[in-house]
């Protein structure tokens, strides 16, 4: 296995076909790349030359000489293969420390439990052998926070699949408030519209 640098199109070729969260993507990566110029992209390439994990890191100045990093819900990579994370995670490290990285946060897009829309555990995921492996390079786990908080995104998303499901399907999975909602656009007649990008300034103005 090697680390290397990924081009855009290289990463794009691999996040598009493997589970991962929007921001870990070359759309969010060309634009950092035009607004600030502060970000990375990292990966394994196995002994073929296959992509097999992928990571956009952003960074950011701290205390003049030194920088904060972070993984945007990244990496993109097979988390049961422990011999993959601990190879990709001490690069990493390597790699950062070349950069004057004094900090990097991670908070990969693993799923931790599944829950019901009341907040019920419907199936949980064993993510210990992970958390074991990070621990043994330097990484330390920040427990599960709950709430908003400045340094990290919200942990708990809501998720709908819309996988091969009919408008009237999907009414009928949500829930009555939800419902009753979406019934009320249809009554008063709100209308949605594409914008092109240049006029995205109106949420601004």
Known sequence: MNFVTLTSDEFNAFTTKHFSHYTQSAIHYNHRVDLKGDVHLVGV???????????????????????????????????????????????????????NCLYVLVDPYLIENLRNADGEIVKSYDNRAFVRTMDTLGYKHQGFPVGYDSMSQIRWLSVLDLKDKTEDQLLKEMDYQTRRNIKKTYDIGVKTKTLTIDETQTFFD
Not at 68 to 87: I, K
């Open 45 to 99: 390439k196995d002994d073929n030359g296959q992509v097999i994990a992928g990571c956009l890191l952003t960074e950011a100045r701290t205390l003049k000489f030194f920088k904060y990093f972070y993984t945007h819900r990244g990496p993109v990579m097979d988390y049961t293969n422990q011999s993959l994370v601990a190879f990709f995670f001490k690069a990493l490290t390597s790699y950062l420390k070349k950069q």
